[in-house]
């Protein structure tokens, strides 16, 4: 399997919350990030967590990470149309220099 | 915030052609920065990392010279594809991290190329 995890797709309605899951294999992950994608668009950094953290919120966004499962989800609240992209998960750690390995991003489709 | 410029956006070139993709750090000095490829519908494949004044370090399966990059100075790296073939098509995406001086920063990505070779 990958060593990183995401559905492919998610579709919510607006103004309601999603949820975007990932899971991960390194136990030793020291970072975790979830990145932004739009059409045609490099990935724009939302947020990242720490793994000595638990849950990380900012805004609209909050992260939630157990480690014992190796789990990390991202929460966006009253979702709107603009929020209508790819989602990246992704982790690092002190082996690997601290560059990413991402999992292969979760369309999110936000409709009216 | 740190900002990456990346360009071209977009680029098409004839087969058997060589084309340069600049990446810039426009606010910060990037000692290194790191060359992605994008699939559709994969995951972003780290081609190889960038490191001023000295040669990259390539991936496993990643052709060096076929994609020849140079990190001339702390804000410029380049990716260029030689002898370009339809397969080379992808969107490319370079990134680089911002010291903060705080532990380890996130990578900053600029807005990609879209590579199409005819």
């Known amino acids: 399997g990958e060593d990183v995890e995401q559905s492919l797709f998610l579709s919510v309605r607006e103004g309601d919350s999603s949820v975007i899951n990932c899971t991960y294999t390194d136990s030793s992950s020291t970072y975790l990030y979830w990145y932004k994608q739009e059409p045609g668009a490099g990935l724009q950094l939302l947020t990242y967590i720490f793994s000595n953290m638990d849950m990380k919120q900012d805004q609209r966004l909050t992260v939630l990470l157990n480690k014992k499962d190796k789990h990390l989800s991202l929460r966006i609240a009253d979702t709107q149309t603009g929020d209508s992209a790819i989602y990246f998960c992704?982790?690092?750690?002190?082996?690997?220099?601290?560059?990413?390995?991402f999992g292969r991003g979760t369309s999110l489709i936000v409709h009216p | 915030g740190a900002v990456v410029s990346q360009h071209p956006s977009r680029v098409i070139c004839k087969s058997g052609t060589s084309v340069k993709i600049e990446c810039r750090s426009l606010?910060?000095?990037?000692?290194?920065m790191f060359w992605y490829r994008q699939f559709p519908k994969k995951s972003l494949m780290l081609m190889a990392t960038?490191?001023?004044?000295?040669?990259?370090?390539?991936e496993q399966g990643v052709e060096k010279d076929k994609f020849l990059i140079n990190h001339a100075s702390l804000t410029l790296s380049t990716l260029t594809v030689t002898s370009a073939h339809p397969e080379d098509s992808s969107f490319y995406i370079c990134s680089a991290r911002a010291p903060t001086g705080q532990g380890v920063t996130p990578l900053h990505f600029g807005n990609g190329t879209r590579l199409t070779v005819t």
């Open positions: 606010d910060f000095q990037a000692t290194t």
């Open positions: 960038s490191n001023e004044g000295s040669k990259a370090t390539y």
């Open positions: 992704a982790e690092s750690i002190s082996g690997g220099s601290y560059i990413p390995t």
